[in-house]
């Protein structure tokens, strides 16, 4: 009975010892009034200020939060909204006929206004090694949540999130901002911090590597030393992340508008391995070979491309991206088996699309354009007779052209440059002036030309005559 009163003790001094400590080190809320911040709600989402209003007419805590608040304190156009409160899942289910639940590593509801998706989580408290919390929580053998379906208070909620200037909340109620991990200072400051001990933090959740490294590029700030120092030795964990959430972070990282940024802290970082091993092999310390030159200058086509408000399409980034390996492979494997190189690129473009497919779960409508402009890639420098009309029908005809000219600049080939200057006239060209430019080709030797072989005669019969 004794031992017993003496552990019952211990518990309650041990946990009185804990909240004391976190006490001192959480920082005080700050509450930041209207006049103090440049939020506006003629600058939020009329659907989000509507799920807003009926949670809290409801009687619930309900705050804007995350992204959307970040961009708009910084004084840009937020991408999405999301909202977090007390209610649960189920709760904000029932106040919306237009919400369904998703997530089985977090519940969360989403309550659909046509295109428009507003996210709405219920606040995150702490984990508890009790009996009872492993039925809604639940860790792999790294460290990583594999289910966490565990509600709190705000104050917890902050603690959970992951950077310090992802923790601030909006309310509508009163129009304040609060900030309950000193998110406001890093963010006049320009800091991505994560909150909690990083290391931790990152074997929770892997992918919070990736996105310290977007939110720096993105946002032009520095990682803090403390955020920055376990990335490299922790890098590998990425490996433990599902490949087909791997894609879609992969998206968000380099064709977002700050690729190449992202690509060189990538790389700094040692996260550029786990997400794309087949590439990695093939760096150099200079980093100037054709393969990193292509890479580099992709990424900064895209980023233009988005700014400009065009169109980008990941197949042709990871046809770039993938090229001198598929040619090394399909060299390779010519050397080894003695195939006709045709049939070796083949072979090649399985085999490097199947390694890339491992780490990211690239989906096949994706990869079959891939194929299609590695393919052209061969067909570019046949152009007698009707091959060039022909080729220039084909639906991924100018992804192909592209490669070409990228092809052309990261090589510094003089062939290639003339043949990317021939394709450049020849689209443009009146019919009348690229039958001229096709008839002067003829002069030109066609080395891909097949020659027939002879034909074998059949060999005599021999008479039966005597």
């Not at 019952?8 to 930041?32: D, G, H, W, Y």
Request: aromatic residues 10%; proline residues 5%.
């Amino acid at each position: 009975m004794f031992t017993r009163v003496a552990n019952f003790c211990r518990k309650v001094l041990s946990r009185e010892e804990s909240e004391a400590a976190n006490a001192v080190a959480r920082p005080q809320m700050t509450v930041i009034p209207r006049e103090q911040h440049a939020i506006s709600r003629k600058d939020i989402s009329e659907n989000a200020l509507k799920v807003l209003y009926r949670l809290n007419k409801a009687g619930y805590e309900a705050y804007l939060v995350g992204g959307g608040v970040r961009d708009l304190l910084l004084g840009k156009k937020p991408k999405d909204f999301d909202v977090t409160t007390s209610a649960t899942p189920e709760q904000v289910r029932k106040l919306f006929r237009n919400c369904r639940l998703v997530g089985r590593r977090f519940r969360l509801a989403h309550v659909m206004f046509g295109p428009e998706i507003i996210e709405v989580a219920t606040f995150r408290g702490h984990h508890e090694e009790t009996q009872s919390d492993r039925t809604t929580s639940q860790r792999g053998q790294n460290g990583m949540l594999l289910r966490d379906n565990i509600f709190g208070s705000i104050e917890e909620d902050a603690q959970r999130r992951d950077f310090t200037i992802n923790s601030l909340y909006y309310s509508v109620a009163d129009f304040t901002v609060r900030d309950y991990v000193g998110g406001m200072q890093d963010l006049e400051k320009g800091v991505i911090r994560l909150i909690g001990d990083p290391e931790t933090r990152y074997r929770e959740d892997p992918v919070r590597m990736l996105r310290a490294v977007r939110f720096a590029a993105k946002l032009s700030m520095r990682i803090s030393e403390e955020t920055a120092e376990p990335i490299p030795r922790l890098a590998t964990l990425i490996n433990d992340v599902p490949p087909a959430r791997l894609f879609e972070e992969s998206l968000k990282l380099l064709q977002a508008g700050y690729g190449f940024d992202t690509y060189k802290l990538l790389r700094e970082y040692n996260l550029f391995q786990p997400l794309f091993p087949t590439i990695t092999r093939y760096f150099t310390e200079e980093g100037d070979s054709s393969m990193e030159r292509i890479i580099s200058q992709v990424f900064k086509n895209t980023d233009n491309r988005i700014r400009n408000d065009m169109r980008v399409n990941p197949a042709f980034l990871f046809a770039a991206m993938f090229w001198y390996p598929l040619l090394e492979m399909a060299q390779k494997i010519t050397q080894e088996s003695g195939l006709t190189y045709h049939d070796a690129f083949a072979l090649a473009m399985n085999e490097v699309l199947d390694e890339a497919c491992r780490s990211l779960a690239i989906p096949k409508r994706i990869t079959s354009l891939v194929r299609d402009i590695w393919q052209l890639q061969l067909r570019m420098s046949r152009r007698q007779g009707k091959r060039a009309w022909k080729l220039m029908e084909h639906p991924k005809f100018r992804a192909a052209y592209d490669l070409l000219a990228l092809r052309a600049e990261a090589e510094r080939n003089t062939e290639l440059q003339r043949l990317t200057q021939w394709w450049g006239e020849f689209q443009v060209a009146a019919p009348p002036a690229q039958k001229d430019m096709l008839t002067n080709l003829d002069d030109e030797p066609d080395t891909r030309r097949r020659h027939r072989r002879p034909r074998k005669r059949a060999p005599r019969r021999e008479s039966n005559k005597a």
